[in-house]
């Protein structure tokens, strides 16, 4: 047992936040590690999304980097769907960590399985649309359209919805003061340059089947 400091003497802080560790928030962190993680991706997919949006200004003109955009974001899409998707299964399994920290409003936890869904169809469409025969072209380009329109609303509610635990969990493994508060800072930072790399090699491999569907059936769609 430590003995109190004596009279006259303060006892010393330490110079950083403790570390969370121990069987309460393992390697990773923890609750408060995946939420850094979703917090640090939501941030990324913003700022992806927003350059996406404005590829569709003329996106026939700039259907090559909205094509590149959209490989980028598929691995991005993944973590923030995996981190999501851990922290409500393990709330609803019972895990104690997580069902003390809570879950979200109960409309955010209603919307959250129809901003999955959507953002799948948005995405998958996309990509058939570069591949799918002729016959196939204008249903899938429709189900593209319909799926982002419904996706853009059903996404500004999410994105409102979070945006306060967005700004404060965003920075929080980049700035030194709170990166050693959680432990895992590494590997989750690690974990999104990973998933940028992927994206880029995604790009790569499927940007050229843009200025081939163009060329073939550009003309046929608006835009």
């Known amino acids: 047992m430590t003995a109190p400091p004596a009279a006259g003497h303060t006892a010393r802080v330490p110079a950083h936040p403790p570390v969370v560790d121990g069987a309460e928030a393992g390697h990773l962190g923890g609750p408060e590690g995946n939420a850094r993680l979703t917090g640090l991706t939501a941030a990324l997919l913003l700022v992806l999304l927003a ?8 996106v026939r003109s700039l259907l090559t980097p909205h094509v590149v955009l959209g490989m980028v974001l598929v691995p991005v899409v993944a973590v923030k769907m995996g981190t999501t998707i851990w922290r409500m299964a393990s709330y609803y399994l ?33 990509i058939a649309l570069l591949y799918v025969p002729r ?24 994105v409102l919805g979070h945006v306060l635990d967005t700004a404060r969990l965003a920075p929080a493994d980049l700035v030194r003061r709170t990166r050693r508060q959680v432990r895992g800072a590494g590997i989750r930072l690690w974990t999104l340059a990973a998933c940028l790399v992927a994206g880029a090699v995604l790009a790569a491999l499927v940007a050229p089947s843009a200025a081939a569907w163009l060329a073939t059936y550009g003309g046929s769609h608006g835009g």
């Open 51 to 58: 350059a996406e949006g404005a590829t569709l200004l003329s």
């Open 135 to 158: 016959n196939w072209q204008d249903l899938t380009f429709l189900a593209h359209k319909a799926g982002f329109v419904l996706w853009f609303g059903a996404m500004t509610v999410h």
């Open 94 to 126: 019972g895990t104690p960590a997580y069902v003390s920290r809570g879950a979200p409003p109960l409309l955010l936890r209603l919307l959250g399985p129809a901003v999955v869904l959507l953002t799948v169809e948005v995405l998958v469409s996309g």
